[in-house]
Each structure stands twice: as structure tokens, then as C-alpha cells.
């Protein structure tokens, strides 16, 4: 117990508000996220905008980028108040660890949210494993590792701490390898 209490204490602080991933129940993020707004909460919901085909009609719905997460920028005194918040289950924790994301992943996911186009890739010159960079678009200097390649157009990025992979179709023409970047 000590260890925990420790392990929170380095990582929420009392005047510097900080990002964290918090889990809901299955298909409450939209209700959570309202929740927060009304308690004052910071927080940050990435959707995605999809069109349904169904039979007789074309819906446009916005379905969350990660299932059941929502994103909360919260100091000390606001934790208890996050798992109080009615559909919250958890806070995402490392290794019993309570980690903080960073501003520029939470940028980067607002950035995927905010691309609206595919881009069909024409090769796959890049190996599994590779450090990568978009060159262009919203998505221009985010750098992951490429995980795997589907198809031909289909390329799998990791972002690291926050321990989830995110799909996303770019032109190869648009990335570039790690090793070929000044550093």
C-alpha cells in the first residue's frame, strides 16, 4: 500500500494538472466525458467520424478512437473525484504504476482524430520494427514503430507509453525511416 500511495504522489501533482487514461464501462465514454464537463473536469474524448451503410439509409456516427478510455488532465485533489464519476471503472495503470501521457500524445491522438482522409500506400519499403516519421499532413513529425504491414496499404504504428497500437493508412512517400533522420 505504501508503495502505491508513493508511486501517485510522483506522478499526480498537487498545481500542474496532468494527463491520464481512464477506463469506462462499454460504451459510456460519451456519458463519462459529459459527466466530467459537469464536475469541472478537464477532459479529452478523441472520436472518429464513420459512415454507416446500413440497408436503407447512410449514418454519419462518431465512435471513440479507443474503446472504452477517456483521457482526464486532473492534479492531486481531483483523483478521487475521477473514480467517483458514475461508469468510471479505473484508472489504466503500468505495472500497479500510475503513469502519466504526455501533452504531445494527447496532441498526437487530436491530430488523428482531426485527419479525415485515406491515403492509398503504393509499397512497402519499410521493415517491421523500423522507427518511423510522417512527413505531411496533420500527422507530420509523429514518430512510432512500425509494427506491421497489411496488405498494401495498411500500416500498423505503436505508440509506446501509451501501451496501445493505433492503426492508420498513409502513402509511404509521406514516411521515412529513423535511421535517415539527423539527429
Do not use: C
Not at 19 to 38: D, I, L, N
Not at 131 to 156: D, H, P, S, Y
Not at 161 to 168: A, P, V, W
Amino acid at each position: 500500500m505504501d508503495r502505491q500511495k508513493g508511486t501517485y504522489e510522483v506522478q499526480l501533482d498537487v498545481s500542474e494538472p496532468r494527463w491520464f487514461a481512464v477506463r469506462t464501462k462499454f460504451r459510456a465514454e460519451k456519458v463519462v466525458f459529459k459527466q466530467f464537463e459537469h464536475k469541472g473536469i478537464h477532459s479529452f474524448l478523441p472520436l472518429l467520424s464513420l459512415t454507416r451503410r446500413y440497408k436503407r439509409k447512410i449514418k454519419k456516427v462518431e465512435m471513440p478512437l479507443i474503446p472504452s478510455y477517456i483521457f482526464v488532465q486532473i492534479v492531486k485533489q481531483q483523483y478521487v473525484s475521477v473514480l467517483e464519476t458514475e461508469l468510471v471503472t479505473v484508472f489504466v495503470k503500468f505495472a500497479n504504476e500510475l503513469i502519466a501521457i504526455s501533452d504531445e500524445e494527447i496532441d498526437l491522438m487530436k491530430r488523428i482524430t482531426g485527419e479525415n482522409r485515406e491515403v492509398e500506400v503504393v509499397s512497402s519499403d519499410f521493415g517491421i520494427g523500423e522507427e518511423v516519421e510522417i512527413l505531411v499532413g496533420n500527422l507530420a513529425g509523429t514518430r512510432g514503430r512500425l509494427v506491421e504491414v497489411k496488405q498494401k496499404n495498411k500500416v500498423l504504428i505503436e505508440i509506446k507509453s501509451l501501451g496501445l497500437s493505433l492503426m492508420i493508412e498513409i502513402d509511404t512517400q509521406n514516411l521515412r525511416k529513423q535511421s535517415y533522420l539527423a539527429v
